[in-house]
């Protein structure tokens, strides 16, 4: 069983609760964590942007990051999102099974 974090930003709450609410919809993730304030500093057209934003946590398939990553894009309202996928290595059996049984 292999099994993903995915790590997206947002431009507000608002965007990631769209965004989350699709994606376990749609059973590309488990369950989707949102973490609202978050500040982020980035180059954005050759100068530092300073903005606020929205953490989404997408718990997935390996095999669903590909679907999960063009579904996050065709809701997202960046040219260019964030959108990271990390695997997960290890951690409680249970949930681990829960995720990838709620998924498709």
């Known amino acids: 069983m292999k099994l993903n974090l995915v790590y997206i930003t947002a431009k507000d709450k608002d965007e990631a609760r769209k965004i989350g ?3 376990v ?3 590309l993730a488990a369950c989707v964590n949102i973490i609202d304030g978050m500040n982020s500093l980035y180059w954005w057209e050759g100068k530092i942007q300073d903005d606020n ?3 989404l946590i997408a718990k997935t ?3 669903l990051v590909s679907a999960l990553i063009t579904k996050v ?3 997202h309202s960046y040219s260019c999102p964030c959108i990271v996928s990390l ?3 290890d ?3 249970d949930y681990l099974e829960w995720l990838e049984k709620e998924t498709k």
Request: zero cysteines; charged letters at 50%; proline letters at 5%.
């Open 91 to 93: 951690g409680n059996k």
């Open 21 to 23: 609410r699709e994606l």
């Open 73 to 75: 894009k065709s809701l």
């Open 61 to 63: 398939k390996e095999s």
């Open 25 to 27: 919809k749609e059973r």
């Open 53 to 55: 934003e929205a953490i």
């Open 87 to 89: 695997p997960i290595l």
